[in-house]
């Protein structure tokens, strides 16, 4: 195998057991019997089972934000674009949550939280770069600034959910809330 299709391999072997499962309750073991390979190769190519994780989410979360971006109708206006961008991309973080990484960890790890702000942190790049693509900024009717203003405040608000929320339906009120009292001032300090 070449090291592309391991790496894949691996990936996808974790990412079935991740969401079946959860991070927490998955061993590396498990994965690599799964994969069909050694769990010494694992550790060839991910340092540890987090950074398979992390490595796992950016993939879900690029393809997922280059969709947003791209199914997105620019005609809007740039309020309207950013407020249903930054919503969906919310939504899009509640789920990697609750699919792929589990309540548990992130209530219950001690490195959770470390862990949660790499990803949140490598997700504002993310958003950022793809943001860019769009219209509103080759014009550079916004600027980076107010950008980063916007993504690093809705997200600090969405990942609280994560460690207040008790059931699904306080996630859901919480969206409700954050789109109908929070976002749309968070969208005029931005534009």
């Known amino acids: 195998m070449e090291i ?35 769990k010494a190769t694992i550790y060839k190519y991910f340092d540890s089972k987090e950074i398979l994780l992390h490595s796992i989410l950016m993939d879900y979360l690029r393809v997922s934000v280059n969709e947003l971006i ?16 930054i919503l969906k ?16 960890f992130i209530r219950e790890s001690t490195n959770a939280q470390e862990f949660l702000k790499i990803l949140s942190d490598d997700l504002e790049k993310l958003l950022v770069q793809s943001y860019q693509k769009s219209n509103l ?13 916007l993504i690093k405040a809705s997200k600090s608000i969405v990942f609280s959910f994560a460690f207040t929320s008790v059931s699904d339906s306080d996630v859901r009120k919480n969206f409700i809330s954050f789109q109908k009292e ?3 001032y968070l969208i005029q300090a931005a534009v």
């Open 4 to 38: 592309d299709k391991i790496k894949e391999s691996i990936k996808r072997a974790a990412r079935e057991l991740f969401r079946k499962y959860g991070y927490h309750k998955t061993s590396v073991n498990e994965i690599a019997k799964k994969a069909k390979i050694a």
């Open 70 to 85: 791209e199914n997105t109708s620019e005609e809007v206006n740039k309020e309207t674009y950013l407020s249903n961008l």
């Open 89 to 104: 991309t919310s939504r899009l973080s509640y789920t990697i949550c609750n699919e792929f990484i589990g309540w548990d």
């Open 137 to 149: 900024f080759k014009n550079e009717e916004i600027s980076i600034e107010k950008l980063r203003f």
């Open 182 to 184: 929070i976002l749309p």
